[in-house]
């Protein structure tokens, strides 16, 4: 299993990780085996969205002699009223709905507390300006969550909370199709078949910033969606019309700048197989461009999707690294201190390019890689 740093908060969490889907109507026993099965294969992270008291007690229960070897995330504003979910923004609910949550799931603490579900403008500004982020910070100051955090499908609220600096991980969607949207208020517009009939170019560019964003400070990102609904690993569902395996949607999210860890919510082993197959699949079966080139209505041309085709270069280049960290000085329009040194630690640097266009002869998408290079030489200096 590999770990990756969340963000800037010193945990550290895999790769692999779990949404909570897959326990919802399953008996105790159930739920207990499925988590033995992953925490002995190294998983370690856990969001738990849903409200539902029976499975927050199971799940509980199961890790309850571990808690201290795991990372949870749960969210506030995630209510179970009359008996079904119910997200609310009413402090006179949160409230007790958090206290009802560490009752239920028999913990003292949430790692990450995540602000659940907020997809629109005016609803973000009604939080950051509002009773539920004094609770946030009130719960952090107290111990009861150590790090505060937010869910969006919406990467303009998404980056409006990155830049309010009170947000410090994002689980957000993210997989090739969402990829190509535009931001919408209205989470269903990501997989709308009316918005994929027409020709599609490239990464929108502000869900392109917002990671880069992330990265630039230090703000984690774990993934939901990885799999579109399942609809990406469907050739007759995918808006594309080529079904992407499990472990290239996995690479595809874990690729992207800032992202931590994919929250997968599988409901049988099998499914969880698939998943962790992830953990020693070759390069090959990682590589998810051979399923983003090539078709006609869609085209991530010219765009560095970090996939590695370009490599291996003659000169020893990380050729991925330094676009991505170049893309991310072009972002903030200056170096982060993170960047430069990131950049400083490669083994190979752009200025050490020969322009022998090996790479480009490779990249599937025709990226101007040579060019990228000496970009990347002139802002970083070598």
């Known amino acids: 299993m590999e770990y990756r740093n969340l963000g800037n908060t010193g945990l550290k969490v895999s790769v692999i990780s779990m949404g909570c889907e897959g326990f919802i109507g399953k008996n105790e026993a159930e739920v207990k085996n499925d988590l033995d099965y ?15 008291p029976a499975m927050r007690h199971d799940i509980g229960a199961t890790i309850s002699n571990r808690r201290d070897k795991m990372v949870l995330q749960s969210h506030l504003c995630s209510l179970f009223r009359n008996g079904q979910y119910t997200r ?3 402090i006179k609910l949160v409230k007790p709905g958090f206290e009802t949550m560490l009752r239920e799931i028999g913990t003292d603490y949430i790692d990450v507390g995540m602000i659940h579900y ?7 500004n009604k939080i950051i300006n509002g009773p539920i982020i004094e609770f946030a910070q009130q719960l952090k100051e107290e111990g009861k969550i150590l790090h505060i955090g937010l869910s969006s499908h919406n990467p303009e609220v998404a980056t409006a909370a990155v830049k309010s600096g009170l947000i410090e991980v994002v689980l957000f969607s993210i997989n090739p199709c969402y990829d190509m949207q535009p931001a919408t208020e209205n989470v269903e517009d990501l997989w709308a078949d009316e918005n994929y009939d027409h020709d599609l170019r490239n990464q929108d560019t502000e869900r392109k910033t917002f990671y880069e964003l992330c990265e630039s400070k230090g703000v984690g990102i774990d993934v939901m969606k990885t799999y579109g609904g399942g609809d990406i690993l469907d050739e007759k569902m995918s808006p594309f019309g080529k079904a992407f395996t ?3 949607c996995i690479h595809y999210a874990l690729t992207r700048p800032a992202v931590a860890a994919v929250m997968l919510g599988c409901k049988t082993i099998e499914q969880w197989n698939a998943a962790l197959a992830y953990c020693d699949a070759t390069d090959e ?3 998810y461009a051979t399923a983003l080139s090539g078709m006609k209505r869609f085209t991530f041309e010219g765009h560095c999707m970090y996939c590695g085709h370009c490599a291996p270069c003659p000169s020893g280049i990380d050729v991925a690294a330094v676009t991505k960290f170049l893309n991310l000085t072009i972002a903030q329009g200056m170096i982060p201190e993170t960047v430069r040194e990131h950049y400083k630690s490669l083994k190979a640097h752009a200025s050490e390019c020969v322009a022998c266009g090996a790479c480009e002869t490779r990249c599937p998408f ?9 970009h990347a030489a002139e802002v970083f200096g070598y």
């Open 285 to 287: 079966e990682k590589d």
């Open 118 to 124: 907020s997809d629109s403008m005016e609803d973000w």
């Open 366 to 374: 025709k990226v101007k890689i040579i060019d990228n290079m000496k």
């Open 88 to 90: 609310s923004r009413n």
């Open 38 to 52: 992953l925490f002995d294969r190294g998983v370690n992270f856990m969001d738990m969205y849903s409200p539902e």
């Open 246 to 248: 499990p472990v290239q």
